[in-house]
């Protein structure tokens, strides 16, 4: 681990002597663009990040949003792009453990997951082993800690054949006096390590994640990928909930594991640590250098009051986790000794915010229109139908409980999942449609925003905050440079144009391959977080809604301002909608379709603009300003759509047969 020339001048100049071996090793990982954001800081500043809502914002591992009286949520976006293709069960299973962590390190309890993941072409052999790794490694993670998965999106393109990309978001619940952050308080004060033994498993993780995967990644970059243990996570949950009472800060171990935790904290609390690597809890012997750099999962550091000691070892002790006093608080200086010496001795705001930003060169995107890839026809809406992206995901989501915790009132395989909180609904879409990004990264950037927003719509639900996993390639290339600034300058304005803030989230480039030669698509993923006073949303199925009932399209795309008060309009007089996106009018129209069916005529069947609704109830219900006028009806079964030239019918076996494409293969 080495250092680049002007990087090690840097650092020699500040400490006015040369980096010892370890501390350097401190500065590659802690200086890595998945750590320091060097490339993309000066890009996300455009970010939007304040609003009415807020209550702690983007810096912390995890935001913190309001949602009623009695009620905090705690929400964090991450990325385990790399470690899902070297291992795709352990890297989706690790990276599910991760963001849970670390709404766990703000007091918060973990109440939902949602994944977006991307894969290469279905067709693919490689893309399916990889697809099947990551569904069951997240399931797995997920369903034995208890927090239910309930909800995401499953995307294949040919850009991401040699980089999958696995993005996770998690919800947390806490009242706001619960809160814990992560600067420390108080010089004196005790540092204590709870949880998992550290070992040699993610060394190096968070430099592995800032650089292309090469052809032999899987077997070379193996020892990079931390291993779960989701029963210990659950004890660790539980343990972390109780010891909440005592402590006065905590930061999960991700990323740079715990010189990344402990430095980040001092500087965020403008203090210093000393912590003795002789104390941390081991699984296997190791140097210093290992001891500070393990990503072995499932740990914990807390900060903690020296009369409170006994008491937070104690908890520990009760949940069968191993617990160590590590070290104290002090008044400066993040110092490690190991075996009576001393082996880093550095400046803790240097060592974790003092990297300098790279504004690179950036070149315009070129810009095209999205293929328009189905025939108008009978079989092209079939074709439509069981397209991988468009057909049914039941055979992702019936692998996760979506169901644990009693909360889940809209379940997967709606445009947004709703979990009844308090007196209402908390409602939660993430997604992407990279392929828009790719054509058009600034107009694909802020689609990505306003589809999300118009998911939550659907359920009736008013956006309260977003976050975002940005996912692109090589930021040295120039093209990718461009796209990414682009695609992040639209999503930032579509933000500012419906009024809600980006709260936090996480950055990760290089996603490109040596095998393929190619960056994967610009994936601007997006998180979307709305509160609708009625936890008993609409769906999107016509079932139970009467023959004859009108259909009429909601169309926010010119305004997207109006989707708030589209999703009261929706609350208030839909008896069914549904959100069009990936596939057009035409999919929504037949994934609408169950014991009930509709008819609707339509000149442009498969445009996927988004900001657009499907809804059934009486026109006048709804504000004229977005309403575009009625295009049919429910009927008693079967889809009709009534083109310009033809008409296509498809009956519900068809439909049902065509979506179930997807399961059939796997």
Same mark, same amino acid.
């Given at each position: 681990m080495k250092l680049s020339d002007d990087d090690h001048a840097l650092v020699e100049e500040r400490l006015g002597r040369p980096p010892n071996r370890v501390e350097e090793a401190l500065f590659v990982n802690l200086w890595s663009e998945h750590c320091a954001y060097r490339s993309s800081r000066p890009v996300i500043a455009d970010l939007p990040t304040e609003g009415e809502d807020v209550v702690i914002g983007p810096g912390d591992d995890a935001a913190v949003v309001g949602y009623d009286e009695d009620h905090v949520l705690a929400v964090g976006m991450e990325s385990h792009n790399h470690p899902s293709y070297v291992d795709p069960y352990d890297g989706a299973a690790t990276g599910v453990g991760g963001i849970v962590r670390d709404i766990l390190s703000m007091g918060a309890r973990p109440i939902a997951l949602l994944d977006t993941i991307y894969f290469g072409g279905f067709d693919r052999e490689k893309a399916r082993y990889l697809f099947e790794g990551v569904v069951e490694g997240i399931g797995d993670y997920g369903n034995s800690i208890g927090v239910p998965t309930v909800g995401g999106q499953t995307y294949f393109d040919e850009s991401y054949n040699g980089n999958p990309l696995v993005n996770v978001v998690c919800v947390g619940l806490a009242s706001e006096d619960e809160l814990l952050t992560a600067d420390l308080k108080g010089e004196g004060n005790a540092l204590v390590l709870v949880g998992n033994a550290s070992g040699r498993d993610g060394l190096g993780g968070a430099s592995f994640a800032s650089e292309d995967l090469s052809e032999d990644a899987e077997s070379e970059d193996r020892p990079a990928v931390q291993v779960g243990d989701p029963y210990t996570e659950k004890l660790l949950i539980d343990a972390t909930l109780?010891? =909440?009472?005592?402590?006065?800060?905590?930061?999960?171990?991700?990323?740079?594991?715990?010189?990344?935790?402990?430095?980040?904290?001092?500087?965020?609390?403008? =203090?210093?640590?000393?912590?003795?690597?002789?104390?941390?809890?081991?699984?296997?012997?190791?140097?210093?250098?290992?001891?500070?750099?393990?990503?072995? @999962?499932? =740990?914990?550091? %807390?900060?903690?009051?020296? #009369?409170?000691?006994?008491?937070?070892?104690?908890? *520990? +002790? =009760?949940?069968?986790?191993?617990?160590?006093?590590? $070290?104290?608080?002090?008044?400066?200086?993040?110092?490690? @000794?190991?075996?009576?010496?001393?082996?880093?001795?550095?400046?803790?705001?240097?060592?974790?915010?003092?990297?300098?930003?790279?504004?690179? !060169?950036?070149?315009?995107?070129?810009?095209?229109?999205?293929?328009?890839?189905? !025939? !108008?026809?009978?079989?092209?809406?079939? #074709?439509?139908?069981?397209?991988?992206?468009? *057909?049914?995901?039941?055979?992702?989501?019936?692998?996760?409980?979506?169901?644990?915790?009693?909360?889940?009132?809209?379940?997967?395989? +709606?445009?947004?999942?709703?979990?009844?909180?308090? +007196?209402?609904?908390?409602?939660?879409?993430?997604?992407?449609?990279?392929?828009?990004?790719?054509?058009?990264?600034?107009?694909?950037?802020?689609?990505?925003?306003?589809?999300?927003?118009?998911?939550?719509?659907?359920?009736?639900?008013?956006?309260?905050?977003?976050?975002?996993?940005?996912?692109?390639?090589?930021?040295?290339?120039? !093209?990718?440079?461009?796209?990414?600034? #682009?695609?992040?300058?639209?999503?930032?304005?579509?933000?500012?144009?419906?009024?809600?803030? %980006?709260?936090?989230g996480n950055v990760s480039l290089y996603n490109e391959s040596e095998e393929f030669g190619t960056a994967v698509n610009p994936t601007p993923s997006v998180g979307a977080l709305g509160v609708a006073d009625d936890p008993d949303s609409p769906r999107a199925t016509v079932d139970g809604v009467g023959v004859g009932t009108p259909l009429v399209v909601l169309d926010a795309t010119d305004e997207p301002s109006a989707l708030s008060r589209m999703a009261e309009d929706i609350a208030e007089g839909a008896e069914a909608a549904h959100d069009?996106?990936?596939?057009?009018?035409?999919?929504?129209?037949?994934?609408?379709?169950?014991?009930?069916?509709?008819?609707?005529?339509?000149?442009?069947?498969? +445009?996927? @603009?988004?900001?657009?609704?499907?809804?059934? $109830?009486?026109?006048?219900s709804f504000d004229g300003t977005y309403e575009t006028g009625r295009i049919g009806e429910v009927t008693d079964g079967g889809l009709t759509v009534e083109l310009d030239d033809r008409t296509v019918e498809l009956s519900r076996d068809e439909i049902d047969e065509a979506r179930s494409a997807l399961e059939d293969a796997m």
């Open positions: 109780e010891i =909440r009472e005592y402590a006065k800060a905590a930061r999960d171990l991700g990323a740079a594991g715990l010189a990344g935790a402990s430095s980040e904290m001092a500087a965020k609390g403008e =203090r210093g640590v000393r912590l003795d690597l002789n104390d941390v809890h081991l699984r296997e012997p190791l140097n210093a250098l290992e001891i500070l750099l393990s990503e072995s @999962q499932e =740990r914990m550091l %807390f900060e903690v009051e020296p #009369d409170d000691i006994e008491t937070v070892l104690g908890i *520990a +002790d =009760r949940y069968d986790l191993e617990a160590s006093l590590i $070290g104290e608080v002090t008044d400066e200086g993040f110092v490690a @000794q190991h075996e009576g010496e001393t082996v880093v001795d550095l400046p803790p705001g240097f060592l974790a915010d003092g990297a300098p930003t790279h504004d690179l !060169e950036r070149k315009e995107p070129d810009e095209s229109e999205p293929p328009a890839p189905y !025939e !108008e026809t009978h079989d092209g809406l079939l #074709d439509a139908l069981a397209d991988p992206n468009n *057909a049914s995901k039941e055979w992702v989501y019936r692998q996760y409980d979506h169901e644990v915790g009693t909360r889940t009132v809209v379940k997967p395989g +709606d445009d947004a999942s709703v979990l009844h909180i308090g +007196d209402g609904g908390l409602a939660l879409s993430a997604g992407c449609d990279s392929e828009r990004v790719s054509a058009r990264p600034y107009e694909g950037g802020y689609e990505t925003v306003v589809e999300n927003v118009a998911n939550l719509a659907a359920k009736g639900a008013r956006p309260v905050a977003l976050v975002d996993c940005l996912n692109f390639g090589n930021p040295e290339r120039p !093209e990718v440079y461009g796209e990414f600034a #682009d695609a992040v300058r639209g999503m930032g304005d579509g933000a500012r144009d419906i009024g809600v803030p %980006f709260v936090g069009v996106s990936t596939g057009g009018v035409a999919v929504a129209l037949a994934e609408m379709v169950g014991e009930n069916g509709v008819r609707a005529e339509t000149d442009a069947p498969f +445009d996927a @603009q988004p900001g657009r609704v499907v809804v059934a $109830g009486d026109p006048d």
